[in-house]
Each structure stands twice: as structure tokens, then as C-alpha cells.
């Protein structure tokens, strides 16, 4: 396939399947973040804003793709999307990462902390970020106390945005509910389509 043709090729895909590419990834976002739709009103927005950033992504996306001049267009829109879903998802996490002082941040650690112990167990060990350790303790205390179950908090901290990771008393089990993993779930998915879109593949 000659460049000219190629260029038009995508073109035409962009410009025909940007409306279905943008609610595909809406439904991605709404499935991927079930466990934190109680808490949704604020945090919901930030990733709302997921979507606009990929609409206008889309714009440059398109605009770069078309401009290139070689046989390695390929190459590069391949490259142009790791940049464009890296820039996403790193503004996602510095404002996930600001929103982390708010009244329903605390409501949805408290529903993160009651479905672990759900899942795992009436007795599980809780881990979370260094600003977030002595809400998630005063949390586990009125969870443990209301609730009759043992919930430990470890002084062990992670590196992340927010969220906790929860494990078993025993060990064995573990699953993590930080905003961390919740945002990483989502990569694979608008990568997918937006390969299959520039690519034809998806109808």
C-alpha cells in the first residue's frame, strides 16, 4: 500500500469510528471502576476527564499520523500512541492524587475496606499510602469494632495514589483495590481499540 493511501486509510478510520472509540472507553472506564461507584461524585469527574483528554489525544493523533512522510508510518503511530496513553494516564494520577483530601475519598476507602473483608475474610492485615495511614487505621478501628471483625493496619506503606491492598491473615489471598491498579487496568483496553481502529480491524 503506497503512503498516500495509507495516510488516507487512516484518515478515514479516525475520522469514521472517533465517536465509537470514545464510548467504548467510557464503558471500559464504567466496568473497570464498579467497586468505586459509591463514591463516584468526585472521583467519577477525574476520570471523566480520561475521556476528554482522549478525544483531544485523538486530534493530535490524527494529525501526526497523517504528517508522517516514510514507509514507517506504522512504527510511529505505534510510538505516537504509548505517548498519547502515557500522558492520559499520568494526569489522571496527579489529579486522582489531589482529590485524596476529600469527604468521599474516606467513604470509598471505607467501602474498599468492607469489601475486602468480604472477599477475604473477617480477619485480613491492610496496607495503604504514608498520607493515608491514619485514616485507614481510625477506618479499620469503626469497621473492626461495628462490624466484629479483626482488620490490622500495617505501618508498612506502599507507593501509591490511593486506594489500599488487602491480604489475608494467612497470607494466601491478596487483592488489591489501590487507584493504582484500578487505572492500570484500563491501558490494555483503549490500547486495544485504538489499534484495531487505525488498523481496520474493528468495524
Known amino acids: 500500500m503506497s503512503l498516500n493511501s495509507l495516510e488516507r486509510t487512516i484518515d478515514k478510520v479516525l475520522s469514521q469510528k472517533e465517536s465509537a472509540l470514545i464510548t467504548e472507553i467510557d464503558s471500559a472506564l464504567k466496568n473497570s471502576l ?14 471523566d476527564n480520561i475521556i476528554e483528554a482522549s478525544n483531544k489525544q485523538a486530534e493530535n493523533l490524527k494529525r501526526q499520523i497523517i504528517g508522517s512522510s516514510t514507509l514507517s508510518a506504522r512504527n510511529k503511530e505505534l510510538v505516537i ?24 475519598y474516606e467513604k470509598l476507602l471505607n467501602n474498599l475496606i468492607t469489601d475486602s473483608a468480604g472477599n477475604l475474610g473477617s480477619e485480613i492485615i491492610i496496607q495503604c499510602n504514608k498520607t493515608d495511614l491514619e485514616l485507614v487505621k481510625k477506618i479499620a478501628s469503626d469497621i473492626s469494632t461495628n462490624k466484629k471483625m479483626k482488620i490490622t493496619v500495617s505501618d508498612e506503606v506502599l507507593e501509591i495514589i ?7 491473615l494467612d497470607g494466601t489471598m491478596t487483592l488489591d483495590n489501590t487507584l493504582d491498579s ?11 481499540e485504538i489499534v484495531q481502529l487505525l488498523r481496520g480491524e474493528k468495524k
Open 182 to 192: 484500578s487505572i492500570e487496568s484500563l491501558k490494555p483496553l483503549i490500547r486495544k
Open 34 to 47: 464498579k467497586n468505586l461507584e459509591s463514591s463516584k461524585s468526585n472521583l467519577q469527574a477525574e476520570y
Open 162 to 168: 490511593g486506594g489500599i491492598k488487602a491480604t489475608s
Open 81 to 104: 500512541i504509548e505517548s498519547a496513553i502515557d500522558e492520559i494516564f499520568n494526569k489522571a494520577r496527579e489529579k486522582l492524587a489531589k482529590s485524596n483530601n476529600e469527604k468521599n
